[in-house]
């Protein structure tokens, strides 16, 4: 059994169980597709990769242990976030717990983890373990399996709930920026898997295959190029909604914007622009 995961599975649920009956007493309105994205699309590809094939196999197959933990750090975090744990928690806890939510949010760590220059750094120096001898500990060690378990689908929403539910007020230029990390994280989570796949050798070091296992079992050089073409395969796939989600936010945060400059009155516009040239008080004439 899986404990992590069981205590995870528990936490999630209670936290947003207790949300959708806080909507209830407040005569909120909660959309049921949001509820069955968490509970069944999020929290059950969870528990799927925890106690099915994936969990049971992790610490003797190279590409379970990836499908495993990639779709941890992506794929699920993705899931629960079309669920808006966060939209809840703001309607549902009253200002005094909806401002404890925005001053979480606003912890430099949750802050430093949603940006995408961080995300993608983070993705690749993860994923950059799986080539050295440290992926043979990382699957077999037992408190290595429950630190992964805890810290991997936490990294991942911290990294990706707040960029899926709090990108209205970014400006136009910061989403175009992030857009670029986005693209560079697409093409640099592609390089461990790209080596993994073509590496002519067993990268770990396990060149032997440990007890009796059964005879569907790939061999070691096999289930290395299997785990590399998931971890290339996931890594792209996941990290292309993002890119659609940020040409969605840059549009609304464009017609945001032009609305607000048409909102300007002549002398309004007139001052900004004196205040750009660096003319203060000076007429433009």
């Known amino acids: 059994m ?5 205590v995870i599975l528990v936490a999630a649920v209670a936290l947003y ?3 959708l009956m806080g909507a209830k007493r407040r005569d909120i309105h909660w959309p049921l ?4 994205a968490f509970f069944v699309l999020g929290l059950g590809s969870f528990a799927a990769l925890s106690f099915g094939f994936p969990g049971t196999y992790s610490h003797d197959l190279r590409w379970a242990f990836t499908l495993k933990v990639t779709s941890y750090l992506f794929v699920v975090p993705l899931l629960i976030g079309l669920g808006k744990p966060l939209t809840l ?3 549902t806890l009253g200002p005094v717990g909806a401002a404890r939510v925005e001053a979480v949010l606003r912890h430099r760590l949750v802050r430093m983890l949603s940006n995408t220059l961080v995300a993608a750094l983070l993705g690749l120096a993860m994923f950059t373990l799986f080539l050295t001898p440290f992926f043979y500990v990382l699957r077999t060690n037992p408190a290595a399996d429950v630190i992964l378990t805890l810290l991997v689908p936490v990294m991942g929403l911290l ?3 707040p960029i899926m539910e709090d990108g209205a007020g970014r400006t136009g230029s910061l989403i175009v920026v992030e857009f670029i990390f986005v693209f560079i994280e697409l093409l640099a989570d592609a390089v461990p898997g790209v080596l993994m796949r073509l590496s002519p050798g067993i990268l770990d070091g396990a060149t032997s295959v440990l007890g ?3 005879a569907w079992f790939p061999s070691p050089l096999r289930d290395q190029q299997l785990a590399g073409d998931l971890m290339w395969f996931l890594a792209e796939t996941v990290d292309l909604p993002l890119i659609i989600l940020m040409f969605v936010r840059f549009s609304r945060s464009d017609k945001h914007e032009a ?3 048409d909102d300007l009155s002549d002398e309004e516009i007139e001052a900004m622009n004196r205040a ?3 003319q203060g008080g000076r007429s433009l004439d």
């Not at 899986?2 to 069981?6: D, I, K, S, T, V």
């Not at 597709?33 to 069955?36: A, E, G, Q, R």
């Open 159 to 161: 990294m990706t709930v």
């Open 17 to 19: 169980s207790k949300g």
């Open 259 to 261: 609305k607000s400059f």
């Open 89 to 91: 928690a703001r309607q």
């Open 276 to 278: 750009h040239l660096g």
């Open 212 to 214: 009796n296992q059964p």
């Open 33 to 36: 597709w949001n509820s069955f």
């Open 2 to 6: 899986n404990w992590p995961a069981l």
